[in-house]
């Protein structure tokens, strides 16, 4: 795919599910991907196997909740591959509760990853891109940004906000490509952390009509693979199965 042929990727959360599928898939096509996550040992071997294959990756260990070591990973892909051209924004976390668990730290917790991960992703790409005057920047919001339902409440409005951070970023970049991504459920480890059994039971039901992380991936595809005067602007993904329901 012309459009994907050596383009620089940078995809958080890369250990697993969506972000580890988008790696492969693009590396695949011809991308040099650099994947960032907190475990990475998972980080190695999957850098290992696409090497393998033929393709381009490097891999470092990244927290965006910590600004610095994002900053410090778009160096390591400046020092890797010369230049940066995409962005894929796609750690988060999804410990679902009800409101009235008072789980505030789980909270907390969603804020600082789903809300200030993906401004620190902003943050510390956009002066590159501003320079290089060109760019893309792909962030992942959820079904969720669209409908709340029970125990659902905190996680939806972090994944809201994303979605209103993105078409902000839209309307002030005029040579800098932004797309809101939005899946339904997935299968992935997203919500392996629920910690409020009827929250858990939930989860397991969405899953039995979910997507696979290979479709989201196959999103990411077609939004970097667009001509560069053509913007995939918001991509709403959901599983045929999940049909007539909220998520």
């Given at each position: 795919?012309p459009?994907?042929?050596?383009?620089?990727?940078?995809?958080?959360?890369?250990?697993?599910?969506?972000?580890?599928?988008?790696?492969?898939?693009?590396?695949?096509?011809?991308?040099?991907?650099?994947?960032?996550?907190r475990?990475?040992?998972?980080?190695?071997?999957?850098?290992?196997?696409i090497?393998?294959?033929?393709?381009?990756a490097?891999y470092?260990?990244?927290?965006?909740?910590?600004?610095?070591?994002?900053?410090?990973?778009?160096n390591?892909?400046?020092?890797?591959f010369?230049?940066?051209?995409?962005?894929?924004?796609?750690?988060?976390?999804?410990?679902?509760?009800?409101?009235?668990?008072?789980?505030?730290?789980?909270?907390n917790?969603?804020?600082?990853?789903?809300i200030?991960g993906?401004?620190n992703?902003?943050?510390?790409?956009?002066?590159?891109?501003?320079q290089?005057?060109?760019?893309?920047?792909?962030?992942t919001a959820?079904?969720?940004?669209?409908?709340?339902?029970?125990?659902?409440?905190?996680?939806?409005?972090?994944?809201?906000a994303?979605?209103?951070?993105?078409e902000?970023l839209?309307?002030?970049?005029?040579?800098?490509?932004?797309?809101?991504?939005?899946?339904?459920?997935?299968?992935?480890?997203?919500?392996?952390d629920?910690?409020?059994?009827?929250?858990?039971?939930?989860?397991?039901?969405?899953?039995?009509?979910?997507?696979?992380?290979?479709?989201?991936?196959n999103?990411?595809?077609y939004?970097?693979?667009?001509p560069?005067?053509?913007e995939?602007s918001?991509?709403?993904?959901r599983?045929?199965?999940?049909v007539?329901?909220a998520?």
């Amino acid at each position: 795919m012309p459009n994907i042929l050596n383009k620089v990727v940078l995809i958080t959360g890369a250990s697993s599910g969506i972000g580890e599928a988008t790696a492969r898939l693009l590396a695949k096509h011809g991308a040099k991907v650099v994947l960032g996550a907190r475990r990475t040992e998972r980080l190695e071997s999957i850098v290992q196997e696409i090497r393998q294959a033929g393709g381009h990756a490097v891999y470092q260990e990244l927290d965006v909740v910590d600004a610095e070591q994002l900053k410090a990973f778009v160096n390591t892909a400046q020092t890797a591959f010369g230049h940066i051209d995409v962005l894929f924004n796609n750690a988060g976390v999804m410990p679902l509760s009800p409101m009235n668990a008072l789980k505030t730290e789980e909270w907390n917790r969603i804020i600082d990853i789903n809300i200030k991960g993906v401004l620190n992703g902003i943050a510390a790409v956009l002066p590159v891109m501003e320079q290089q005057g060109r760019g893309q920047i792909i962030n992942t919001a959820s079904t969720g940004a669209y409908a709340v339902g029970p125990s659902c409440g905190v996680y939806c409005a972090s994944k809201y906000a994303v979605w209103a951070i993105s078409e902000g970023l839209r309307q002030e970049c005029s040579n800098i490509r932004v797309t809101v991504l939005s899946p339904g459920v997935t299968t992935t480890e997203l919500g392996h952390d629920i910690t409020d059994e009827a929250a858990a039971t939930l989860v397991g039901q969405l899953r039995t009509m979910s997507l696979s992380a290979e479709a989201v991936a196959n999103a990411v595809l077609y939004a970097i693979s667009q001509p560069e005067d053509v913007e995939a602007s918001e991509i709403v993904i959901r599983s045929v199965s999940s049909v007539g329901h909220a998520f």
